[in-house]
């Protein structure tokens, strides 16, 4: 496919979904600028590779110079220590918001996670406009995501999507992601769509496959113009416990709502004994 995608900035370029992202999008954007704390280096005379931490504005603010579009996907990608969720994620997306205002950039595309809705049982079809209900410290850090995506887009008028990614594997692996799994290939996808969509003041769109067993209203993401390919579906047989019926009032987040989960980020281990 050859779409002509202008300059487009890619934080956490150095990351899973960061790396294949900017495999896919390389042929088709007129340059493209990979960011990240961690060093990359650029493999094709269209890219750029700057390092950065997001904690630093005037940095992000010279990095974003020129672009057409940011795809945001620097930050903590799961439970850790608040202090880090709220410099990586909440201060490093107000600086990449700031610095797109700054620049009058075209579209923000926001990594947001399904973590958000990790309370909501699994027999629920959630709607992204559904109240949110974060299964831990991470989910929380998202919720300020879109929130700052919002605001954004409310006062000073900039053009943001905010995707609540789902579960992003190869292939899925446990009966969990038979819902949840997000395939490369529609993660590409979305992201694509989400870039070039046109006439978007502010949406939230789960990106998650094709899925049977999904528990989240896709519609969103179909408007932004992208159809999901994959479904889990055809990976159940290979899954552990994939026959077993899921029961409706388990939280969608599964593992990830338990108190010890997000505990061990707060509490200090225990003294030797
Ligand atoms: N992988 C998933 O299944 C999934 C699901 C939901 C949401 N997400 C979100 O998608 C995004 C990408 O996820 P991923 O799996 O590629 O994560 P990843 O951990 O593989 O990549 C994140 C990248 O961000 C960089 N980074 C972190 N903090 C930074 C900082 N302060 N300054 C500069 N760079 C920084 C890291 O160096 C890393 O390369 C994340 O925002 C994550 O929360 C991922």
Redesign the pocket.
């Known amino acids: 496919m050859v779409v002509q995608l202008g300059t487009v900035i890619v934080?956490?370029?150095?990351?899973?979904?960061?790396s294949t992202v900017r495999e896919h999008l390389r042929g088709e954007v007129g340059r493209l600028v990979l960011?990240?704390?961690?060093p990359m280096r650029p493999t094709a005379p269209t890219e750029r590779a700057i390092q950065?931490?997001?904690?630093d504005l005037d940095a992000v603010v010279e990095a974003l110079e020129g672009a057409d579009a940011v795809v945001?996907?620097?930050?903590?990608?799961?439970e850790a220590p608040f202090a880090d969720l709220l410099?990586?994620?909440v201060l490093?997306t107000y600086h990449v918001l700031e610095a797109a205002r700054r620049h009058g950039v075209r579209r923000v595309v926001l990594?947001?996670?399904?973590?958000v809705t990790g309370f909501y049982p699994v027999g629920q079809v959630v709607d992204p406009d559904a109240p949110v209900r974060p299964d831990g410290f991470?989910g929380v850090s998202?919720v300020a995501v879109e929130a700052l995506g919002r605001l954004y887009a409310d006062k000073f008028g900039l053009s943001v999507v905010c995707l609540?990614?789902?579960?992003?594997?190869d292939e899925p692996i446990e009966p969990r992601y038979l819902a949840t799994w997000?395939s490369p290939r529609d993660g590409v996808g979305f992201i694509r769509a989400a870039i070039t969509a046109p006439d978007v003041h502010f949406v939230t769109a789960y990106a998650v496959s094709g899925n049977t067993r999904t528990f989240w209203d896709t519609a969103a993401g179909e408007q932004l113009g992208y159809l999901p390919v994959d479904d889990a579906e055809r990976y159940a047989a290979w899954v552990p416990g994939s026959e077993t019926p899921s029961d409706a009032t388990a939280f969608q987040g599964g593992a990830y709502t338990s108190p010890e989960y997000s505990l061990r980020h707060v509490m200090a281990p225990p003294p030797p004994s």
């Open positions: 934080t956490g370029a150095a990351g899973r979904i960061g960011v990240d704390r961690v950065l931490d997001l904690t945001h996907l620097a930050g903590l990608a799961d410099d990586s994620n490093g990594a947001s996670s399904n973590r991470y998202k609540r990614i789902g579960s992003f594997e997000l």
